[in-house]
C-alpha cells in the first residue's frame, strides 16, 4: 500500500519524508521540518510515524 504523495528528491535531508509533505501541502520545507522536530517530542513519536511514512510514500522519479 502506497500513499500518493511522493518523497521530495530536492528538499530532502534523510529520506525526503518531510520535504515531500511539504512540497505536495505547499508548505515551507524549513517550518515543516521544525514542526516535525516539536511532534518528534510528544507521546506520538514522529520517529515511527517517519519511519511508516518513508515506507509508505512513493519513489522520487
Known amino acids: ?3 500518493p504523495i511522493k518523497r521530495s528528491r530536492d528538499n530532502k535531508i534523510l529520506a525526503g519524508v518531510v ?3 511539504a512540497e505536495h501541502f505547499n508548505w515551507n ?3 515543516a521540518r521544525i514542526l516535525w522536530v516539536i511532534i518528534s517530542f510528544t ?3 514522529g ?3 517517519y519511519l511508516v511514512l518513508w ?3 512513493e ?3
Do not use: D, F, Y
Request: proline share 14%; charged share 5%.
Open 47 to 49: 520517529i515511527i510515524a
Open 29 to 31: 520545507p524549513a517550518i
Open 19 to 21: 520535504g515531500g509533505l
Open 1 to 3: 500500500m502506497h500513499i
Open 59 to 61: 519513489n522520487p522519479e
Open 55 to 57: 515506507l509508505l510514500m
Open 43 to 45: 507521546p506520538i513519536s
